[in-house]
Every structure is written in C-alpha cells, then in structure tokens.
C-alpha cells in the first residue's frame, strides 16, 4: 500500500529521470538536420515544391503561364502538402523494457523513451499534434507538450508485459508503437485491427538488447522476468538457444505480417546501435514508405 512517504520517494526518483531525459531527447533532436517537415507530396500549402506536365483535367487557374512560356508544354505550379497531423505515440512502460545485458548498454526502456520524446520534439517543430494512444494525452502542439511527454515517458508500469493502447484512435493520423513486444501479441493485433479500421497508419519499432539476439548464455543459467513473476532455471542454457532464435524469429515474422496486413512498417533496432541512426529512421518512417530498419 502506498504510503505519503513512499508516494513522495518515487515522485522525487522521477523528478530526478525527467531533466535528464529532456536534455538528451534536445540533443538527439538536434542532431538531425531539419528542413520544412512537409508531406513530400503535392497538396495544400504555401511553399513550391515542383513543376509538372499539365494534364486532362487540370484548370485553366492551376497553369503556371510564366514556366509555360520558357517551351511549348504547359506546366501546373505544385505546392507541397503542409497539413499538420496527429501522431499518437506509444512507448512500453512494462518491466521487460528495463532490461539491459551490460553496464555499457542502455536499459530497452531508456532507449525507447529517448527515441519517443526526440521524435516528438522534431514533429512538434514541425507543426505537427503529437500526444499518446488513449486518452490520457491527445495529441497537441507547442513545447509545452514536449513537458506532458517527457513526464508520461518517465513513469513504469510494473507488470512485466504492457499491450499497446488501443482506445481512442483518431482517424487517419499517424502513430508509432515502440516496444521490445515480448509479450502476448494479442494486444498488439488488437491495437493494430482498430488502428487500420479508423485509416490509421503508423511504425512498430522493435526495441531488443543485443543479448536478446545473441542468446550467449551457457551452463546453469536462471531465466527471470524483471517484475519477478516468471523464473526458469537450466542447468544447460546453451542447449535452449536454438529454440529461443527459432521463436524470436517466429515473433518477428508475426510482427511484419500484422504490419503488412494493416499498412503499418515495421522496425527493428538493438541498443547497442546508434540512437541517432533510430531516429532518422523512425523520423522518414513516418513519411515513406521504407521497410528496412535501422
């Protein structure tokens, strides 16, 4: 039960993470080089974006008659798509994500949230309504959101396995699920089913140590799940590494057929790698339609 004094330890304990995190996500930002964050496509905006052939079809109003006359074929004047959109973004809070092999390699849970808030500050700048699946927070703009973020990011939920949101999709907006999923994918197709019934179209990016992959465990190993509600104990570790590749591979196979079945992309990064790298990434994502993860 909770206590006014252990009610106060853990608000300061996330006091503490919050400047922290928003110093990094600043920084990870602002290493990626921004220009203006349209759609990358024709539409409605004020800024010009290419020249094309007229076609059967087009008005009279849409000719550029000034590009016209430099040859014989008339041109229409595009401008580029600037409509700001919402993008609701969920993190996984759930034990498994503070896992973390070495010393030397970020906790899954830190890597997602850094990656989740940079990604935010860059849509932000750019105009878009970033917020979270839900309702808890729906998607605004203006810095004052990247706050609201960086707060909702720094709480843990200590189950060991969270399903993503799936209530209060909005429709034809963007979103992005960021988890190590290794849990019941149930929640995972849910959340994606609703999604791609509202015109909802986003990025799963699949967070996992480098251990993860690697399963280089061997002799007597004892398996437990962070929140201490799962324990395995083998006296030969190395004789299950087959099985558990075999099953992670399965994961990831199931993981990119609910993506391509809903129209979704699908992501894979591993902590050991550049969070910069994962943000570019995870940043194109969002306006391509690119498949090969970072």
Not at 3 to 17: D, F, W
Not at 228 to 242: I, P, R, V, Y
Request: proline share 4%; with cysteine.
């Amino acid at each position: 039960m909770n206590t006014p004094a252990t009610l106060r330890a853990s608000a300061e304990r996330e006091a503490t993470r919050l400047p922290d995190l928003l110093a990094r996500a600043e920084h990870l930002a602002g290493a990626v080089l921004l220009g203006a964050h349209g759609r990358r496509r024709a539409g409605m905006g004020d800024d010009f974006w290419q020249y094309r052939p007229a076609q059967m079809g087009d008005s009279r109003r849409s000719i550029d008659y000034r590009r016209s006359a430099m040859g014989d074929q008339e041109f229409v004047r595009q401008r580029e798509w600037q409509i700001a959109q919402s993008v609701m973004l969920w993190v996984d809070q759930g034990a498994s994500m503070r896992f973390a092999s070495d010393a030397n390699v970020p906790q899954k849970a830190d890597r997602a949230r850094l990656l989740g808030l940079a990604l935010s500050i860059l849509l932000l700048r750019s105009g878009e309504r970033v917020g979270l699946t839900g309702t808890t927070l729906p998607p605004r703009r203006g810095n004052p959101q990247v706050l609201r973020l960086a707060e909702m990011f720094c709480r843990d939920d200590e189950t060991d396995y969270s399903p993503p949101e799936h209530r209060a999709m909005i429709p034809h907006a963007r979103a992005v699920f960021v988890s190590d999923f290794m849990g019941n994918l149930a929640g995972v197709q849910l959340a994606l089913t609703k999604a791609a019934d509202r015109g909802v179209r986003g990025v799963l990016y699949h967070v996992l140590d480098p251990s993860e992959e690697a399963f280089p465990f061997t002799g007597r190993t004892i398996f437990e799940s962070i929140g201490g509600t799962l324990s395995h104990e083998t006296l030969k570790a190395n004789d299950l590494k087959g099985r558990y590749l075999e099953r992670l591979a399965e994961r990831k196979f199931e993981l990119q057929r609910l993506c391509t079945l809903t129209g979704w992309q699908y992501g894979l990064h591993h902590t050991d790698a550049s969070a910069q790298s994962a943000l570019l990434w995870l940043y194109g994502a969002l306006d391509a339609r690119a498949g090969v993860a970072a």
